[in-house]
């Protein structure tokens, strides 16, 4: 790659700028339409039907009483609902068969003309069931856990280096300790929300999606249907956090519904049954052993994780595979095992695997500083690998060095009484944490167009996403930058699968990925502007471009941005309240392209390991088979209150190895090590090491 990505004359915009986002006035002005905001004329409304039971078979359905309500027009059922084709994901296998794999797999659904009718219609539907004993609950022990061959991420389940066993037998100083994560809801603000429309052998959705490019794809498959027949439309997206990266129920129900009605059908799912049906994080049950030497240089590292998946599709959260690189580790095991169990199928939620397992071994380094007495920050950089341990290749770059002692700085860490109890405000006990975060740098084929109008002006063309990101914004600025014209200039158009195809918004990689082939497609189409003589044509000129290539090729350098995570908390002696009082994130992320925007991703991920550490987490309970807190009475994420002082910032990186832009991912390593963060600083007040999340009161009286 060029080391100057811009060679053809200095950018009119600098990328990094803080530029306000494009759709913002529409957004807080209201005009901005969601999915469930979209209805055709005719539109009808459908509402699920979840099942009761944890496990079993439907054996009738009654819609007799549901159809005799006034405005219903349909009951869909395993019986009459349209034949779908497998695909990849057998969670989208809905109404086919009697089979009931979990508590809330969807076993109905009603149609009517409103959408009171229809809820009323959904619950006037009766439906019979033959339930089977249900197993819902994970333990460490349980007999059914096996060691899958790979985890999410395609990266394999057990890795061995060295001499772990004997290594650890050795070490002066050991740590061996359990941590654990419960059940972790998305939980976006918007709830998954399509509206169908089948016209004429074509069919529109207006899908509440982090990738329309995929919801199409897929869409096809199960239909038996040309992707071009399909026209997915994600326009604006109120967040997903990995819940809405691939296509969901809603989607393919309200198509099921669009086509057995001949009426356009709206869905939206009730907020209490999200948790059942777009996937959540699964809970860990984390055992991290820790060998070092009086020096606290690691000698031995083990991080073992049991989790659990659903009968209907494995996914195994890859909790243990941060700490494949996070540090020097000459002798090292990391292994998952996971159970099916009759529970909803888990999936991607922000930072799977880094926000989890750096809990367990942000926490684990923690509690190996005290043991040595050495000051954790100081711990961790006596513990910096030269190269990636677990592939002994070289870091593209790698800062977390710089973060810990940026942070440091900021936050004010030193001095710092290392004495568990000592900081004391009337009832309240202070203490202060830091850990370490971690996230790796993808990128996926995307494709993307560049046109220069006979206006003057730039229109690009990419089925990019944004659900909360700034998105459009921030590829304007990219095109801006590659054509060396003003920001303002550049029409972006998103949010189609009409448009060429690009990765979908998640894996922190979709800036990444779309922005590579928005550049390339910019500098094509700069050589066709050198070249072309006279006025532009009436359509203008066009070019092309897609990254599958330089996608396919890789690196050969270990690519992974970096973080640092402070945080200063009070606990109540009396009542047992937590409190962050501030929290400090410095990062590491190659070129930052918009600071605006990219602080609030910052500040998000920060936020949601706030709620991680202290509130949120659902039970699964055994008498009925499901999660127990289902919505946000219950499921507590953090209110402005519980955070009153929060920053992020970042170092100025730059990487020559990534992408055009240089820059990496900032979507989710937010998340990653706040709650060890906040954990950390919790026994530093208090002298209560908090192993097992989320830090309630129950857990520190
Ligand atoms: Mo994110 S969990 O990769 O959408």
């Known amino acids: 790659m060029s080391p100057d990505p811009f060679p053809l004359g200095p950018p009119a915009y600098p990328l990094g700028a803080p530029l306000v986002r494009r759709e913002g006035r529409e957004k ?6 969601y999915a469930a905001e979209h209805t055709p004329l005719d539109c ?8 009761t039971v944890a496990r079993g078979r439907v054996t009738a359905v009654d819609a007799t009483g549901a159809l005799a309500l006034p405005g219903v027009c349909a009951v869909l059922t395993h019986e009459n609902a349209p034949r779908l084709a497998a695909t990849g994901d057998p969670a989208l296998a809905l109404l086919q068969d009697d089979r009931v794999p979990h508590r809330g797999w969807y076993v109905a659904l009603a149609v009517a003309d409103s959408l009171e009718a229809a809820r009323a219609a959904a619950a006037a539907v009766h439906v019979s069931y033959a339930a089977e004993d249900a197993d819902v609950l994970l333990t460490a022990g349980h007999p059914g856990l096996y060691a899958p061959e790979t985890v999410n991420g395609g990266y394999p389940g057990t890795r061995e280096r060295g001499d772990f066993d004997t290594a650890f037998a050795a070490a002066p ?6 941590y654990t994560v419960p059940p972790l809801h998305n939980h976006p603000m918007e709830p998954h929300a399509a509206t169908a429309h089948w016209t004429g052998g074509r069919l529109t959705v207006h899908d509440s999606s982090q990738g329309s490019s995929k919801v199409c794809e897929d869409l096809a498959a199960l239909f038996s249907l040309d992707p071009g027949d399909i026209t997915v439309v994600s326009e604006h997206v109120g967040g997903g956090f990995g819940s809405k990266g691939t296509p969901r129920p809603h989607v393919v129900l309200a198509a099921m519904a669009t086509r057995h009605t001949g009426r356009p059908v709206k869905l939206s799912l009730p907020r209490r049954e999200m948790p059942a049906a777009v996937g959540h994080r699964a809970p860990t049950v984390q055992r991290v052993r820790l060998g070092a030497g009086g020096d606290g240089v690691l000698t031995a590292l ?11 599709n494995e996914f195994v959260e890859q909790a243990a595979v941060p700490a494949r690189m996070m540090y020097t580790s000459p002798n090292s095991r990391t292994a998952h095992r996971v159970v099916p169990l009759d529970v909803p199928t888990p999936s991607w939620m922000r930072a799977p695997g880094e926000a989890p397992g750096m809990f367990a071994l942000e926490s684990a380094v923690d509690e190996l500083a005290v043991l040595l007495d050495i000051d954790p920050v100081e711990l961790r950089m006596r513990n910096e690998p030269d190269t990636e341990p677990d592939s002994d290749r070289a870091f593209s770059s790698r800062h977390l060095i710089g973060c810990l002692r940026e942070g440091a ?17 009337g009832d309240l006990l202070l203490g202060t944490g830091v850990a370490a975060a971690t996230y790796p740098v993808y990128v996926a084929p995307s494709s993307a167009e560049a046109r220069a109008t006979a206006d003057g002006g730039f229109r690009i063309r990419v089925n990019a996403t944004d659900i909360g990101t700034g998105a459009r914004t921030v590829l304007a600025q990219i095109a801006a930058a590659a054509l060396t014209v003003p920001e303002d200039r550049v029409r972006v158009d998103i949010g189609s699968s009409d448009l060429p195809p690009a990765m979908l918004a998640g894996g922190s990689m979709g800036t990444a990925s779309w922005g590579w082939a928005v550049h390339k497609a ?15 044509p009436a359509e203008g000129l066009t070019a092309a471009a897609d990254t599958r290539q330089e996608a396919a090729e890789g690196s050969p350098y270990a690519r992974h941005a970096f973080g640092a995570t402070f945080a200063e908390v009070q606990a109540d002696t009396v009542s047992g309240e937590v409190r962050v009082r501030r929290m400090l994130g410095v ?13 609030s991703q910052f500040i998000g991920g920060m936020t949601m390991g706030l709620g991680m550490a202290l509130m949120e987490g659902s039970r699964l309970d055994p008498a009925f088979g499901d999660f127990a807190e289902r919505d946000l009475a219950a499921y507590h994420v953090p209110a402005c209150a519980d955070v009153p002082r929060i920053e992020a910032h970042w170092i100025d990186e730059e990487d020559p190895h990534l992408n055009p832009m240089g820059s990496k991912g900032i979507g989710e390593i937010g998340i990653v090590g706040t709650a060890a963060a906040v ?18 009161v129950d857990k520190i009286l």
């Open 522 to 536: 910019c500098m094509a189409l700069r050589a066709r502007l050198r070249d072309h003589d006279g006025p532009l």
């Open 587 to 599: 990062y590491a992320a190659g070129r930052i392209l918009n600071s605006r925007t990219a602080r």
């Open 28 to 33: 807080v002005t209201g005009t901005a339409r």
């Open 679 to 696: 954990a950390n600083a919790l026994w530093h007040a208090t002298g209560i090491r908090v192993r097992d999340l989320p830090l309630t």
């Open 302 to 312: 083990a991080h073992e994780i049991a989790t659990h998946t659903s009968t209907v």
């Open 173 to 178: 100083v050991t740590l061996d300790a359990t």
């Open 44 to 51: 009808a409304y459908a509402w699920p039907v979840a099942a």
């Open 409 to 425: 700085e900021r936050f004010g860490w030193r001095p710092r009484d290392p004495r568990p109890g000592v900081r004391r405000e």
